[in-house]
Each structure stands twice: as structure tokens, then as C-alpha cells.
């Protein structure tokens, strides 16, 4: 019984709202609970089950740890009838907004808009429809509404105000960095404001990761379903094909997002059941591929001639090994104790860093020797924001693998250096082309 009291004044401990002293109010009266319940006859684990429950309707955040770390028998006991309270996501609403932005996504071809207009504002045409669906999902009050609304009529008109040249280095730049800046500021409709609030932030961390689970799965049934069509439509002499790469592809992509989306929402069980499977799955994977990159950054002499090719390979797999730690940090048990699969976070930790190291010193070396342009400098600021966030994993995992670090410690450097990844990409978007020109 101990044990369980420990396990659940730890988890009462991560809510940020409760005090010390709230904490140890609350320990006092489910010990109080306990006492009086052994007293009548009932064992601990019964007496235990039992106190949670009444302390449960008392405060919620005992009946939230019911609900998220016990087992069947102990939520029926816990928590009893269903909650009725809780707002399942609105199939309508998300049909709607997918709709609307699919429709947004083929106006501007119609009207005449080159491939250029796409290619810096393709998710600028979709992302905000998502923000408008978590918005109303949310009930969100007009402040939120109007802040939403102001900051990606901020982002639109300066993307589109940039006198990109077609084909530039600034202009793939722009394209690349503007649905990070659109995602996270949809996260601020999702979160509906409290950006401030690191459940909240974590939450955001593992809708994204859910959501990209489902729209890859979604992606991959629609290709299949469009090859078939095409196949069939060809088998009658009919090439529709024009009309699958005008409407049916960028009509369905638009309306995926939405549709992912409303399916992580009301679908949740199933990706937590996928999401660990699929983190020890990749994370091996990852490492090995770390691994043989390292040798060959190694092996091939002269950092600051090493081919290109190869270090956006490398930086691109540092973004991968992010996404993989996040996803892993969202979607583990933060009262579960070490295991095996820590230890490989940590080996794969430490090689990202090693491998951030060396791609810093050749960046570093190439500015040195050729000059900086923006494509280096955006790609140095990536690999210091990597680095610095690498290493601060790596160290709080060693240190939660040594037992003198809670796991809570590892989340809360997550959450607290997410903005991080948003301000770089705005410094990208708003900044670079007014720094290194148009070109």
C-alpha cells in the first residue's frame, strides 16, 4: 500500500496548479481515508482502491490519475459511471472544415495563381481551416479567436509581400519554414490558449506525432484508391488523369489534414497503442543509421568539403531522432520505471550528439571558408537548436536512468523548449529574406 501512495503523490506532484502544501493535504486525507477503511475491516489494496475514489471526487486530479494508470478494475471502481461531461470531437464540424479547405486549396488555381503562389502558401491555405476546427472544438472565447485569426493574416501577408524570386534559395527557404510557423501557431487554437501549461504543450506534442501517424496512413489508402481508379479509368480508354492531379489529389491532401486530425481526437486508444510499438520499432532503426552516418562523417577527412548532399542527409535524420524522442517522451508512462528501452534512448541521444557536433563543426567551417549564405546560416541556427535540446535529453535521461532524476524532468525540458522550434523558423520566414535578399 506504500507503494501505491507513493506512485499516486508522485503523479499529484507533476500537476503544476497544486502546492506543496495542497499535496500534502490531499496525502493526509486519503491516509485518513485508508485508516478508516482497514478500520472496518477491508484490506489495503481495497482500502487504497477505495480512498482514491472518494478522494477522486473531492479533487479531480486523483480521479485523472485513476483514469490514466490503473487498470479495468480499479477505473470501475475509481471512477465509476462514464464521465458524461466530456465533448467527443464533431464529425460535422470536421467534415465541414475539410471541405472548405479543400475548396480553399483549388480557388486560387482557378483564378489564375502560378505554381510559385503554391509553393510558399500551400499550407497557409490549409492549416489555418485547422485552427478554426480546434478553435470551435474548444469553445474558444473571440480574444483567442481574434489572436488566431490576427497572426496568420500577419503571416499570409508577409509571405505573399516578399518579392520571392521563383526557383531561390529564399524562397524554398520560406516554403520550407512556413508550415512549421503555421503548425505552431495552429497548436495555439489547440491548446485553446494555455500555451503557458505544460500537460498542455505535451498534449500538442502527441496530437502531432498521432496526427502524422494518421495522415501518413491516410495517405498511403488514398494513393492506392487513386492508382486503382486511374488503372480503371485507363482500362476504358479514359485518361483521367488531369483531373485526379487537379482536383482529387490536392482536394484530398487539404482535406486529410482535417480528417487526421478528427481522428486522432476520437480515435486516441488506438495510436497510444501504436505509439510505443512504433518508437521501438524505429529507435534501434535510427541508431544504427546514426551510427554509419557518424562513420562516414568520420571517414570522410575534411568536414568542410564533405558533400552536401550528405549533411542535409545528416540533418534530416537529427530531425527524425528529435521527432522520435518526443514522440517516445509523449506517449511513455512517466510513473514507469527505467527499462531497456530508456537505455536506447539514451545510445541514440548520445549519437545524435556526437553527430550534431561534427555536422556544427562543418557548417561552422564551411561559413568560415566560403562566407555565410542563408541556406548555412538557417542550417547552423537548426543544428545549435538541436544540439542544445539533444543534450539537455541526453543528460536528464542518464540521469533518470541513474535514479537521481524523475521522469517528470525529461518532459518538462521537452515542453519548456518547444518554442525554441517555433521562433527559428518565424526568425526564417520574417527575417531572412529582409537580411539576405529575394534570391
Known sequence: MNAGIEQWRTYVQRQSALTADDVEELEAHLSDQIDDLTGMGLSDDEAFLIAVGRVGRIDEVSQEFAREHSERLWKQ??????????????LAAALVTAVAAAIAVRVPAMLGATEDFYVVNAALLVVPFLAGYFLWERKAGWRLILTVVL????????????PLAS?????????????????????????????????????????????????????????????????GFQAVGLDAEPQVTAWVVPCGAAGA??????LVESKQAVVENIAPVLTAVF??????????????????????????????????ILVLVLGL???SVSARDPL??????????????VLAVAVDVLMLAAMSGRILEFGASANKVAALGLNVLLLVNLVGAAWLGVGFLRGVRGFFDVERWQTAYLPAFAVWPAIIVFGFPLAFGWQ
Open 336 to 349: 514507469q520505471a527505467p527499462g531497456w528501452f530508456d537505455r536506447l534512448q539514451a545510445v541514440l541521444l
Open 257 to 262: 489534414v482535417i480528417v487526421a486530425a478528427w
Open 325 to 327: 524522442v518526443l514522440y
Open 151 to 162: 497572426a496568420f493574416a500577419i503571416l499570409v501577408g508577409v509571405v505573399n509581400a516578399y
Open 77 to 90: 471502481l475509481v471512477l465509476g459511471p462514464q464521465r458524461t461531461d466530456e465533448r467527443r470531437p464533431t
Open 283 to 316: 529507435t534501434p532503426l535510427t541508431i544504427l543509421l546514426l551510427a554509419a552516418y557518424l562513420l562516414a562523417l568520420i571517414a570522410g577527412g575534411d568536414l568542410v568539403f564533405a558533400d552536401r548532399d550528405l549533411l542535409i542527409l545528416a540533418d534530416l
Open 167 to 231: 526557383g531561390g534559395t529564399m524562397q524554398a527557404l520560406v516554403a520550407i519554414n512556413v508550415p512549421v510557423v503555421a503548425w505552431f501557431l495552429m497548436g495555439l487554437s489547440y491548446v485553446a490558449g494555455n500555451w503557458r501549461d505544460h500537460v498542455k504543450r505535451m498534449d500538442f506534442v502527441r496530437f502531432t506525432g498521432e496526427w502524422i501517424v494518421y495522415y501518413a496512413l491516410i495517405a498511403l489508402g488514398g494513393g492506392v484508391l487513386t492508382a486503382l481508379a486511374l488503372a
